[in-house]
Nanobody, 124 residues
């Protein structure tokens, strides 16, 4: 049974930093991509960043390029999202997701497994 558990969310002031973690278990993820998505109230779930477990290729939404960094720790089976220079519009529930992929897809439909989400609130 695949499990993805997010942690690290919370309240942060605009301009500050936060690091989210996604601990993965239940299978080998070498052929998988792991992505971060977010969903604000009343809005659709949107792509934030993704990384291919093998090789480390990454992909970012334009809105977070240069501010957020996705990375992985193979030994810990964990993917991180380092969020710097956060803005009030980054406020959302952040979800970790995993799916088999050759690349680093941005569509929610390409991801099979999802975590429960962690709330990030950025105050102005």
């Amino acid at each position: 049974q695949v499990q993805l558990v997010e942690s690290g969310g919370g309240l942060v002031q605009a301009g500050g930093s936060l690091r989210l973690s996604c601990a993965a278990s239940g299978r080998t993820f070498s052929t998988y991509a792991v992505g971060w998505f977010r969903q604000a109230p009343g809005k659709d779930r949107e792509f934030v960043a993704a990384i291919r477990w093998s090789g480390g290729d990454t992909n970012y939404a334009d809105s977070v390029k240069g501010r957020f960094t996705i990375s992985r720790d193979n030994a810990k089976n964990t993917v991180y999202l380092q969020m710097n220079s956060v803005r009030p519009e980054d406020t959302a529930v952040y979800y970790c997701a995993a799916g088999q992929a050759m690349g680093v897809p941005t569509s929610v439909w390409r991801y099979t497994y999802w975590g429960q989400g962690t709330q990030v609130t950025v105050s102005s």
